[in-house]
């Protein structure tokens, strides 16, 4: 029996052991205790290991607000992911928080196709090494405040990355990875939309001069109508 209870000691020994390492070097939700505001977005810091993570982005409405910087470190830490999980894992996605009084969740019961896009620009630091959690971006409805017009529109990005990331770079606007060159797919990209800015090449159409109208139109005289159609051998 003594033996039982010392093994069971020297299991639980290691296993606690094991999770002191595995908590003060690994990356676990259970590390970030903390919460914070930083110029408009929502950071979860682990103050022990030195880490912190970008969830989302209150967009305040304006013209200049949808540009968005990720810090490169708040309080200390390095922002080193986009998206995480926080205490015992609850998620806490990148996305963007959009202003009520403008947008309003579109009903997914009710869905067109979106009409336009609401386009940010994401600039990432240097210290950025993981997409790990992004949100599923629904559709919204915005409401034009001087006409009352309302259209289906979409969140959609375009990407800025600091040369000296070490696991990011942007190739036409789009972010990539360097291990593999493949393309961060969680995020939507400017003119991913199909169906949008279609129809432009119609209204910029090269229109035909009147001049040369007249010409295509110009109608055969009537002597060369008799002419042309007469048959030889009825007189």
């Not at 969140?155 to 493949?182: H, I, Q, T």
């Amino acid at each position: 029996m003594k033996r039982n209870w010392r093994l069971f000691y020297l299991i639980l020994s290691m296993l606690l052991a094991l999770s002191f390492i595995l908590s003060a070097c690994g990356d676990w939700s259970l590390n970030y205790s903390r919460i914070t505001e930083y110029g408009g977005w929502e950071i979860a810091l682990d103050p022990e290991g030195g880490n912190a993570f970008a969830a989302s982005f209150r967009w305040d409405g304006s013209e200049e607000g949808k540009r968005i910087v990720v810090p490169d470190e708040v309080e200390g830490c390095p922002v080193f992911k986009l998206g995480g999980y926080y205490g015992r894992g609850l998620p806490m996605p990148f996305g963007i928080a959009m202003p009520y009084s403008t947008y309003g969740e579109a009903d997914p019961q009710k869905r067109k196709d979106p009409e336009e896009e609401t386009v940010f620009t994401l600039v990432i630091g240097k210290n950025l090494q993981e997409i790990q959690n992004v949100a599923d971006f629904p559709d919204y409805i915005r409401v034009d405040e001087k006409t009352g017009e309302e259209k289906i529109c979409r969140v959609a990005f375009r990407v800025e990355a600091d040369e000296e990331n070490p696991c990011f770079y942007v190739k036409e606007n789009r972010l990539y990875r360097r291990s593999d060159g493949s393309l961060v797919a969680e995020l939507p990209y400017e003119g991913d939309i199909a169906g949008i800015g279609e129809g432009e090449e119609d209204t910029e159409a090269e229109e035909i001069p009147e001049a040369a109208k007249d010409t295509e139109a110009e109608e055969i005289p009537e002597a060369e109508k008799d002419t042309e159609a007469e048959i030889p051998g009825t007189e």
